[in-house]
């Protein structure tokens, strides 16, 4: 991989909420699916604007950590729905925000950022659209969403929100039936 990276490329792995400490300034900065994970973005996002040089670009790509249905094909007691509750709850009692999506834009202009453009785009949660790509997207978003629920939910669950574990599981459990069900056409939103 090494070989294939630009000689004028160079990746840095740090905490970002830590205080920067960076000896020069970044072209390009590059956030993605920080959701639930930063306690204080209007530092974080600072921090970014302090690290650029002029003309310097920051994209951040976030999913909404909410789904929705154009058609309401979503059972009355979705547990997609539930969970997607819960866990924004939990994230907000825990000091964090899980759903930060549609907050990107406004932190962004208020760190002082300039000519910020926001592209909001539908991405299915399952490969239940007609067109191949959106169907190709559905896939890759269903995989990664049932690999990561578990992840993403069983201490914020437990812990935060007190739950005992089979609750979480079974909560979970559903989520991931209803995202099998190709007859839900969820879709969240990046």
Known sequence: MAARVPPNLKFE???????????GKFD???L?????????????????????KPGGWIEWQEYQTTSRTDD?????????????KNLNDAAVKFGKVMNVAPLVKGYIQDAGFVNVKETIRKVPMSPWAKDPKLKQQGRYNQLATLDSLQAYS????????G??????????????????DPSVHMYSTL
Not at 13 to 23: G, K, V
Not at 32 to 52: E, W
Not at 72 to 84: Q, R, V
């Open 13 to 23: 792995i740090d905490d970002a909420e830590a205080e920067w400490a960076y000896t």
């Open 28 to 30: 390009f900065i590059h």
């Open 32 to 52: 993605r699916t920080m959701g639930g994970s930063i306690k204080d973005v209007p530092r974080l996002l600072r921090q970014a604007h302090h690290n650029l």
């Open 72 to 84: 309401n094909s979503f059972p009355k007691d979705s547990a997609m729905l539930e969970w997607t």
């Open 154 to 161: 069983l201490r914020l669950f437990t812990t935060v929100l």
């Open 163 to 180: 739950w005992p574990a089979v609750r979480a599981e079974m909560l979970i459990a559903n989520v991931r039936k209803e995202l099998m």
